[in-house]
């Protein structure tokens, strides 16, 4: 499988031209061919249950007939025409964007990649505030530049190099290692996971630590931001408790901050029950951004704020080449109406909620499944060192991944110690993939643990 000839190319050429950064998964990697719905073929057609989706990016299925007939039908019009002009379709696809928001949220800025909706939300809180100071969760992942490598907070995207002036992090609000623990929060689909009668108590201390940061840390008045993510994604899945988001968000107010939410792996109705992440907490933020599943793999990304946070933009051109051109446009437009036409959000509120009950499941048979969380299909097995929070090592982790991987499934992984196997597939996947997964994952711990012995 690995030792044919189109795979030695393509090696040969890796190792030539590839920056060594730029990592594999597997140890055997896959030589990938074609992708339908939930599924991929490598190189010599096995078939495979896609359960990362490029990293939560393929939200209603690889290679959509609507989705492909929509670009299609475009690229056989019009590429390209930039922004100073326009163009219909970006006037067809802004319009529906904007009704999935709530209140002021209606001023789109159509953009490329998630790293680029980051930077261009932290210029636009700063603009706004006349503030240069932001703040983030620990662990988080925001993207990768040089101006957001202080946004991003997880070690193993920062280089040896002086973190850019003015970022902050605070205090990740993780029930599961957190050092106050915590409920799951609201949003958990698992009945009776948070007992708290209204918002978690932990999560009071979690803002406390907040405060102090910016009580202490920060130069008084220089707040311009708090960026966060509504369940954390690179960082393996972290939920955090019942209140802590109203509650950092009205305390960042208070700061003269506003609050960014980064819907690039939480949004398109992935969480089930509502179609952003921000809203399983009852908050409105100030700025959101977006990237991934917006183009269901096709490279595009938003930004969404209110009319008064665009305006202070307003004293300089704002120019993007490709931003918001008619292809993206088009992609996202039949992206939206296939979320809607086929129910997509609801089926992740339906098979996410099966999906953890099994996975639940297998928690109480192997001591090694440390914790299994998330909302929709936006799931997360920590591993762990039996009866203790120690992370399962690296080396043993690959091991599993890789059988699931041989045996038809891929899967995610993540984590501060890559412990984390990450469920975030395209948003069509049905209980008989449920099942597969769950069979297939029981099997690699067995053969895991029978290596052990
Ligand atoms: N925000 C979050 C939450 C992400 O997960 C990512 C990508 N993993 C980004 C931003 C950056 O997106 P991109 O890779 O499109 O620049």
Redesign the pocket.
């Known amino acids: 499988q690995y030792a044919g000839p189109a795979f030695q190319k393509t090696e040969a050429l890796k190792s030539k031209h590839i920056p060594p950064a730029v990592y594999n998964i597997y140890k055997n990697p896959l030589l990938l061919h074609q992708g339908h719905k939930q599924w991929l073929f490598d190189h010599e057609g096995r078939r495979y249950l896609d359960l990362f989706g490029g ?2 990016t393929v939200s209603v299925g690889h290679c959509h007939p609507k989705v492909v007939g929509a670009l299609q039908e475009q690229i056989n019009s019009l590429w390209h025409c930039t922004n100073i002009y326009r163009h219909p379709k970006i006037y067809e696809y802004i319009e529906q964007l904007v009704q999935k928001f709530p209140g002021d949220l209606k001023v789109v800025y159509l953009v490329n ?6 930077d261009l939300a932290t210029l636009l809180a700063k603009a706004y505030t006349g503030n240069l100071d932001v703040v983030s969760l620990q662990s ?5 530049s040089s101006a957001l490598m202080g946004l991003t907070a997880t070690q193993s995207y920062r280089m040896k190099l002086p973190v850019p002036p003015g970022f902050y992090h605070t205090m990740l609000p993780d029930p599961f290692r957190g050092i106050w623990g915590g409920c799951r929060d609201s949003v958990s689909q698992v009945p009776g996971a948070c007992s708290c009668p209204g918002d978690c108590v932990t999560a009071d201390k979690y803002v406390h630590q907040l405060s102090e940061l910016l009580e202490n840390s920060i130069p008084k008045g220089r707040l311009a931001a708090l960026f966060a ?1 509504s369940i954390q ?2 960082n393996g899945t972290v939920q955090f408790p019942k209140g802590y988001l109203k509650k950092a968000q009205q305390l960042v107010k208070k700061y003269g901050g506003l609050y960014v939410a ?1 819907e ?2 939480t949004g398109f109705g992935r969480t089930g029950d509502k179609f952003w992440g921000f809203e399983n907490h009852d908050v409105i933020p100030d700025i959101v ?1 977006m ?2 599943g917006i183009g269901n793999g096709f490279p595009m ?1 938003a930004v969404v704020t209110t009319k008064e946070i665009a305006a202070a933009h307003a004293s300089t051109t704002y120019f993007n080449t490709f931003g918001g051109n008619p292809m993206a446009s088009a992609v996202g437009k039949a992206v939206l109406d296939v979320i809607e036409e086929e129910g997509l959000q609801n089926n992740c509120k339906v098979v996410g909620k099966y999906f953890i009950e099994q996975l639940m499941q297998l928690q109480k048979v192997y001591p090694i499944v440390g914790d299994v969380r998330g909302k929709g299909l936006m799931l997360g097995i920590e591993f762990v060192e039996p009866g203790t929070k120690v992370p399962l090592p690296i080396p043993d982790m690959n091991v599993i991944h890789e059988d699931m991987k041989d045996m038809g499934v891929l899967i995610g992984r993540g984590g501060r110690w890559n412990n984390v196997l990450r469920i975030k597939p395209p948003m069509c996947i049905n209980k008989e993939d449920v099942d597969f997964t769950v069979s297939v994952l029981d099997q690699a711990i067995k053969n895991y643990l029978h290596t052990k012995k």
């Open positions: 990293i939560v990649s998630g790293t680029e909706a980051n988080s992942y925001h993207g990768y993510e994604g690179v980064d690039v792996q951004t990237a991934k990304a």
